[in-house]
């Protein structure tokens, strides 16, 4: 009966060959009956026969214990303790245990199974440091039991189940049957059954008479192994969407490669400043400089000589009402090639072409810009930092702004993204006085981490570029990973960005949908 109901199943008959049995007698025990089937098989024969109301079936789960490949070895070879026990008997003057090895063979097995012999107490240890057998005979418990799994895959007692198991020398295997019963249309011939209303039918009225297949709303779709977004992706097209609703315009971010002069010196870092030494920052070696600032098309009139000088004396001899820092400024280091450590050099240079868009009143108009792109820093890789990460950066061009105002509007826009409790902190950074690093509490690290950083431009900064006195810019960036990891409970940054990320993450990783307010 095996082989036939194997053979059915093949052929894809499966179907055919249950109604024949059932028919037979009911119920069906799929186990007994079709023991060479796969559980694929009979669960896609019944539900197609239980859809067709021909029969119904009860699940039925066990569990079996499978050998191991060590518990085969035993099966066949005996225990270790008593591979242990017999080489010892053997030899009449006992065996040191580097003869047992030899012995047996199997250093492992010598090891473990004359530890056992001796709670066993079949073994002893003489004066001289050999072992002997004390028993008389021994009873191989443990062979007795596997094999009796290897036959019937189970034992009366479940602690020696459990036993064995730890010792590895078992696995438990779940099995799943069905108990198969005749439903109220059961037949030995599956009816056709039609899955479209044809136009044939209609003109024809077989129709009427004709069995149509019930729709399966249960069903689940074919996996279209369709392409995900990572994370960062669906985190950053609603940070987007937040810049867009609140009027903030993007700046062109796709320039990774920038001059010391943009990423550094237009935003008031001095020359010896140690975010510019090569622990901190990736230098080019090739090309090594930049040419010096200046038009990129004919429509571009901006005076970028005086801009020049004037960070060349703001740095080295001050200008504007500051007193710069006073050391010799060179060219040479400005037009050294990086990549950016921050995008504020993008914002830098759009405040530049901003400066340059006065109206009537000499006063450029009001701007909000920001850009999300990536940034990199010769950082140590640890649970939140990569050297190779996101920076999300607005700035906000207007007369009248205050710290107060700054400090409202990162409430405001982290409330957007459903951080609240944010905590303020003073920090010193070149290009704004003042300035304050942000903190949120992250629950998966258990305590306060830096989301953000904010400050006000410095006017030696924006005068530079030809701003009015009084023209005041906030500047704000955080980090595209942070708020994802708060987001999505990750406590490790690598596991979201880097070779180590889980790609089932990804493909799994729910819709964002920030708390906006």
């Known amino acids: 009966m095996a082989s036939t109901t194997a053979g059915s199943s093949h052929s894809g008959d499966l179907a055919t060959t249950i109604l024949q049995l059932l028919n037979k007698s009911s119920p069906l025990l799929s186990a007994d009956a079709f023991p060479g089937a796969s559980f694929v098989e009979v669960k896609a024969a019944l539900d197609r026969l239980a859809s067709r109301e021909m029969v119904s079936y009860d699940t039925i789960e066990r569990e079996e214990a499978i050998l191991e490949p060590e518990g085969e070895q035993i099966a066949a070879n005996g225990s270790h303790e008593a591979r242990v026990f017999d080489a010892l008997r053997s030899a009449m003057n006992g065996l040191s245990l580097q003869d047992l090895e030899k012995t047996i063979g199997d250093k492992n097995v010598a090891k473990i199974g004359q530890g056992r012999a001796f709670k066993e107490r079949w073994i002893s240890k003489t004066s001289d440091g050999k072992f002997i057998a004390v028993a008389d005979s021994i009873k191989d418990v443990t062979q007795e039991q596997l094999q009796t799994i290897k036959d019937s895959r189970t034992l009366p007692s479940t602690k020696l189940l459990a036993d064995l198991k730890k010792r590895k020398l078992i696995r438990m295997q779940k099995i799943i049957s069905f108990r198969i019963h005749k439903a109220t249309k059961f037949a030995l011939k599956i009816p056709d059954e039609a899955t479209d209303l044809t136009a044939d039918m209609i003109t024809t009225g077989s129709w009427k008479s004709a069995t149509f297949k019930p729709y399966n709303f249960r069903a689940s779709g074919a996996d279209q192994r369709s392409g995900a977004l990572h994370p960062l992706n669906k985190v950053r097209s609603e940070f987007r969407q937040i810049f867009f609703e609140m009027g903030f315009e993007e700046m062109p971010t796709d320039r990774f490669v920038e001059s010391g002069f943009w990423n550094f010196d237009a935003l008031f870092v001095p020359q010896q400043h140690p975010a510019r030494d090569l622990q901190d920052t990736f230098y080019i070696s090739d090309p090594k400089a930049a040419d010096k600032p200046r038009a990129t ?69 009001p701007a909000r810009y920001f850009s999300i792109d990536r940034v990199f820093r010769n950082e140590s890789v640890d649970a939140t930092h990569l050297a190779e990460f996101h920076q999300v950066e607005g700035v906000i061009a207007d007369t009248n702004l205050t710290l107060g105002g700054l400090m409202e509007f990162m409430d405001i826009f982290f409330g957007k993204m459903g951080i609240t409790d944010l905590k303020y902190k003073p920090a010193y950074n070149p290009y704004t006085e003042p300035s304050m690093e942000i903190f949120s509490y992250h629950k998966g690290l258990g305590k306060l981490i830096e989301i953000g950083n904010s400050g006000m431009f410095r006017p030696e900064m924006l005068e530079s570029m030809g701003f009015p006195k009084d023209m005041r810019v906030y500047g704000w960036g955080l980090s595209l990973e942070r708020p994802t990891m708060i987001k999505y409970s990750i406590s490790n940054i690598r596991e979201l960005l880097g070779h180590k990320v889980d790609l089932n993450f990804v493909q799994g990783s729910p819709a964002v949908r920030l708390n906006k307010t």
């Open 297 to 365: 098309s004919p429509e571009d009139k901006k005076d970028y000589g005086t801009y020049w000088e004037n960070v060349k004396a703001v740095h080295q001899d001050g200008k504007y009402g500051s007193i710069g820092y006073r050391y010799p400024w060179s060219g040479d280091e400005s037009l050294r090639l990086v990549l950016r450590t921050h995008t504020t050099a993008i914002s830098a240079n759009m405040l530049h072409k901003l400066a340059a868009r006065t109206g009537p009143d000499s006063y450029p108009p």
